[in-house]
């Protein structure tokens, strides 16, 4: 056959997809093509050198899929549309003009939608999800900091380029389409177009099998990393969605009360009643631990350090020493080395700091929750003390000066307008200021205090200060060191060396105060953050994201407590509850935490559970004993990983005994069950109903 063919050349245009087809084919391959480039720029960013090529490949079919799904989702509806004689984008100028306009806002959204994403998963090494809907709420800190992080301006200039290559593209197509012969006939009309919408509707169902594809696939990779690197954005982001509603289950509540009765020591919890509230202190229940108390304290000083990742500070063996000071006032103080963050979030962090209560909310903090605003800190029962807050930027951000100005009887916040240091970058002024500023504050305090300092410098745009560039020296290691120290840049590092630093500045500048003698120091971080952890952890920091939750407790007080290194499981929810058996005053507490060094005690903290809820990966868990188990929001087995770095893996099995894997079920199903409802049922009590505490 040759073209001059008049009649199998008619034969063959007969049967030739229609043009609409053709030019919709066109759209998706654009579509297509930008998803698949910037997830080969994520594998050339995130990719390890132990990471095979099967691997590889695996991340690429399945984020084939999930990319094909969306074609399908946005080229289907136009699909039906453009099979309607007067409305195809060959049918008029004014037909052809609006189907341009469309076509190029979807691929211009898609590019923008990548961009986003590929700066959410550089930061967090997730993609992006509904999480980031809160970020709204503070638009305008969110806005600087992504300014002063990110180059925004080249990177919105490479946009509109792109677009604009794009959408001549699309044009240019869309003339080559108009100019060809749609001789095809009614009956191959109708096959092309059935055809075309079975394509769609199989990638959309992702499969051919019973159960369509689901985000959760991606997990099936057995890794962190891979799972967000084969997701789409748009598939984690519509996924999270289906899990943002408040409440809890109270029949389940009840049905988990005897086994958190006997783990909290509240016999007002039953299948009946449902009163958490347990009293403690001198003459009440329990008094001021023996062991490495001394004494008890006048004043606290609790500091919230931000992103103080475990696996990456000296304490933990970082092959860059990045926290030596850091170690060693863990060496002088009483250091729970085993200690988890509920979930990842500064806002979150704060929240389960204070009311000890996991913030279990799906996408917005529970700080941002109306519902919740009145909450019980039993910060409130140290009557005697005046409590102060200090953070370098702005309390209103995530809604945290709702939970503390609502909850926190006669506190005084110090935000950035308060101090006489010039502020940084949208976190305000620098951490060293804020801890030289907070000591000049508590140094003048007649009356015992407490006081709470955050952190915000370990954090995008990782600014270290011009005034502190004398005497903190900036250095810069290679791509291997930085990898195998769990860092992503020297930005990051240095940043989190300057946090060191202000420790530094802070202890020896409190240290020539009178206050320092009689003050306890209490170090944590509001979480960690995602990463490699290499081999000095057990697989499942890095795999199943554990590196993003541990963090070092450190009660520092010379004087006060004699140095201990405690490895039982510690969770954040238990700080207020051991800082007040510290001081020994009488508390009230309606929470899930318990004073950890009374519980050495009573049981040298075997029975310590830490409750974990990863709301990027969509999953609820505990740490206990030496496993890490984990189910998913949707349900489904558990899974059961070795997370003990001190002790090897038991030898005869990968996974715990099934009577201990029902066990750690239980308790994931008891811990998140009772959280959710306690968020609801934690209200601060009324003036009169306070313990009389005091620190002395």
């Given at each position: 056959?040759?073209?001059?063919?008049?009649?199998?050349?008619?034969?063959?245009?007969?049967?030739?997809?229609?043009?609409?087809?053709?030019?919709?084919?066109?759209?998706?391959?654009?579509?297509?093509g930008i998803?698949?480039?910037?997830?080969?720029?994520?594998?050339?960013?995130?990719?390890?050198?132990?990471?095979?090529?099967?691997?590889?490949?695996?991340?690429?079919?399945?984020?084939l899929?999930?990319?094909l799904?969306?074609?399908?989702?946005?080229?289907?509806?136009?699909?039906?549309?453009?099979?309607?004689?007067?409305?195809?984008?060959?049918?008029?100028?004014?037909?052809?003009?609006?189907?341009?306009?469309?076509?190029?806002?979807?691929?211009?959204?898609?590019?923008?939608?990548?961009?986003?994403?590929?700066?959410?998963?550089?930061?967090?090494?997730?993609?992006?999800?509904?999480?980031?809907?809160?970020f709204l709420?503070?638009?305008?800190?969110?806005a600087?900091?992504?300014?002063?992080?990110?180059?925004?301006?080249?990177?919105?200039?490479?946009?509109l380029?792109?677009?604009?290559?794009?959408?001549?593209?699309?044009?240019?197509?869309?003339r080559?389409?108009?100019?060809?012969?749609?001789?095809?006939t009614?009956?191959?009309?109708w096959?092309?177009?059935?055809?075309?919408?079975?394509?769609?509707?199989?990638?959309?169902?992702?499969r051919?099998?019973?159960?369509?594809?689901?985000?959760?696939?991606?997990?099936?990779?057995?890794?962190?990393?891979?799972?967000?690197?084969?997701?789409?954005?748009?598939e984690?982001?519509?996924?999270?969605?289906?899990?943002?509603?408040s409440?809890?289950?109270?029949?389940?509540?009840r049905?988990?009360?005897?086994?958190?009765?006997?783990?909290?020591?509240?016999?007002?919890?039953?299948?009946?009643?449902?009163?958490?509230?347990?009293?403690?202190?001198?003459?009440?229940?329990?008094?001021?631990?023996?062991?490495?108390?001394?004494?008890?304290?006048?004043?606290?000083?609790?500091?919230?350090?931000?992103?103080?990742?475990?696996?990456?500070?000296?304490?933990?063996?970082?092959?860059?020493?990045?926290?030596?000071?850091?170690?060693?006032?863990?060496?002088?103080?009483?250091?729970?080395?085993?200690?988890?963050?509920?979930?990842?979030?500064?806002?979150?962090?704060?929240?389960?700091?204070?009311?000890?209560?996991?913030?279990?909310?799906?996408?917005?903090?529970?700080?941002?929750n109306?519902?919740?605003?009145?909450?019980?800190?039993?910060?409130n029962?140290?009557?005697?003390?005046?409590?102060?807050?200090?953070?370098g930027?702005?309390?209103?951000?995530?809604?945290?000066?709702?939970?503390?100005?609502?909850?926190?009887?006669?506190?005084?916040?110090?935000?950035?307008?308060?101090?006489?240091?010039?502020?940084?970058?949208?976190?305000?002024?620098?951490?060293?200021?804020?801890?030289?500023?907070?000591?000049?504050?508590?140094?003048?305090?007649?009356?015992?205090?407490?006081?709470?300092?955050?952190?915000?410098?370990?954090?995008?745009?990782?600014?270290?200060?011009?005034?502190?560039?004398?005497?903190?020296?900036?250095?810069?290691?290679?791509?291997?060191?930085?990898?195998?120290?769990?860092?992503?840049?020297?930005?990051?590092?240095?940043?989190?060396?300057?946090?060191?630093?202000?420790?530094?500045?802070?202890?020896e500048?409190?240290?020539?105060?009178?206050?320092?003698?009689?003050?306890?120091?209490?170090?944590?971080?509001?979480?960690?953050?995602?990463?490699?952890?290499?081999?000095?952890?057990?697989r499942?920091?890095?795999?199943?994201?554990?590196?993003?939750?541990?963090?070092?407790?450190?009660?520092?007080?010379?004087?006060?407590?004699?140095?201990?290194?405690?490895?039982?499981v510690?969770?954040?929810?238990?700080?207020?509850?051991?800082?007040?058996?510290?001081?020994?005053?009488p508390?009230?507490?309606?929470?899930?935490?318990?004073?950890?060094?009374?519980?050495?005690?009573?049981?040298g903290?075997?029975?310590?559970?830490?409750?974990?809820?990863?709301?990027?990966?969509?999953?609820?868990g505990?740490?206990?004993?030496?496993?890490?188990?984990?189910?998913?929001?949707?349900?489904?087995?558990?899974?059961?990983?070795?997370?003990?770095?001190?002790?090897p893996?038991?030898?005869?099995?990968?996974?715990?005994?099934?009577?201990?894997?029902?066990?750690?079920?239980?308790?994931?199903?008891?811990l998140?069950q009772?959280?959710?409802?306690?968020?609801?049922h934690?209200?601060k009590?009324?003036?009169?109903?306070?313990?009389?505490?005091s620190?002395?």
């Amino acid at each position: 056959m040759t073209p001059a063919d008049p009649v199998n050349a008619s034969f063959s245009s007969r049967l030739a997809p229609p043009r609409v087809i053709r030019w919709l084919a066109t759209v998706g391959l654009v579509i297509l093509g930008i998803t698949t480039a910037f997830r080969v720029l994520a594998l050339g960013t995130f990719v390890r050198p132990e990471d095979s090529a099967e691997a590889i490949a695996r991340i690429l079919v399945l984020g084939l899929r999930y990319d094909l799904r969306l074609v399908a989702l946005l080229l289907l509806p136009a699909l039906v549309i453009g099979s309607i004689r007067a409305l195809q984008p060959f049918a008029s100028r004014t037909a052809a003009r609006a189907w341009l306009v469309a076509a190029a806002l979807a691929v211009t959204t898609v590019a923008m939608v990548q961009i986003i994403d590929a700066f959410h998963l550089r930061y967090l090494q997730q993609r992006l999800n509904a999480s980031v809907l809160g970020f709204l709420t503070d638009a305008g800190i969110s806005a600087e900091m992504a300014w002063q992080s990110y180059p925004i301006v080249r990177v919105t200039l490479a946009w509109l380029v792109g677009s604009a290559a794009l959408a001549w593209l699309l044009v240019w197509r869309h003339r080559v389409a108009a100019r060809s012969p749609d001789a095809a006939t009614r009956r191959a009309r109708w096959t092309w177009g059935f055809g075309a919408g079975v394509c769609g509707v199989v990638a959309i169902y992702g499969r051919v099998s019973q159960y369509p594809l689901r985000w959760s696939d991606a997990f099936d990779l057995r890794d962190h990393l891979h799972a967000h690197l084969a997701l789409s954005p748009v598939e984690s982001f519509v996924s999270s969605l289906d899990f943002r509603g408040s409440g809890y289950d109270e029949a389940v509540v009840r049905s988990h009360a005897p086994r958190m009765a006997a783990y909290l020591g509240a016999p007002g919890v039953t299948a009946q009643g449902l009163d958490f509230v347990r009293r403690f202190g001198p003459g009440i229940a329990g008094a001021t631990p023996a062991g490495p108390v001394r004494r008890a304290p006048r004043n606290v000083v609790l500091v919230i350090c931000e992103s103080f990742s475990g696996y990456k500070s000296s304490v933990w063996g970082n092959p860059i020493d990045t926290t030596p000071y850091f170690a060693q006032l863990c060496r002088e103080g009483v250091l729970f080395d085993d200690c988890y963050t509920p979930h990842f979030g500064t806002a979150r962090g704060v929240w389960a700091l204070l009311t000890g209560i996991p913030d279990v909310e799906m996408t917005k903090t529970a700080t941002r929750n109306p519902a919740l605003v009145d909450q019980h800190v039993i910060l409130n029962d140290f009557t005697a003390a005046e409590k102060l807050y200090f953070l370098g930027g702005s309390a209103s951000w995530a809604n945290v000066r709702g939970l503390l100005s609502n909850n926190v009887r006669g506190l005084r916040i110090y935000e950035e307008d308060a101090f006489r240091s010039p502020r940084v970058d949208v976190w305000g002024i620098s951490d060293t200021s804020l801890f030289l500023e907070a000591n000049a504050i508590l140094a003048r305090e007649e009356k015992p205090f407490f006081a709470v300092i955050q952190t915000a410098g370990n954090h995008r745009p990782y600014t270290i200060p011009a005034e502190d560039r004398g005497a903190f020296t900036v250095i810069e290691a290679t791509p291997a060191e930085l990898a195998a120290a769990g860092f992503e840049s020297n930005e990051e590092l240095n940043a989190f060396r300057y946090t060191d630093f202000s420790f530094r500045a802070f202890i020896e500048a409190a240290r020539k105060e009178r206050y320092f003698a009689d003050t306890l120091f209490v170090f944590i971080g509001d979480h960690g953050i995602g990463g490699n952890a290499g081999n000095r952890f057990p697989r499942a920091w890095t795999e199943q994201g554990l590196t993003a939750f541990h963090t070092p407790l450190l009660f520092y007080a010379p004087g006060i407590l004699e140095p201990r290194r405690i490895s039982t499981v510690a969770s954040m929810v238990d700080v207020l509850p051991t800082i007040a058996g510290i001081a020994g005053i009488p508390y009230r507490n309606g929470s899930l935490g318990r004073d950890l060094l009374r519980q050495e005690q009573v049981d040298g903290g075997a029975s310590n559970v830490a409750f974990i809820i990863d709301h990027h990966n969509q999953t609820v868990g505990v740490r206990r004993g030496g496993w890490y188990a984990t189910r998913r929001f949707a349900g489904g087995a558990a899974r059961h990983d070795w997370a003990d770095w001190r002790h090897p893996a038991p030898s005869l099995s990968p996974a715990p005994a099934s009577a201990l894997a029902e066990e750690n079920e239980t308790w994931i199903d008891a811990l998140h069950q009772t959280s959710r409802y306690l968020l609801f049922h934690n209200r601060k009590p009324a003036r009169g109903d306070a313990p009389a505490g005091s620190l002395r």
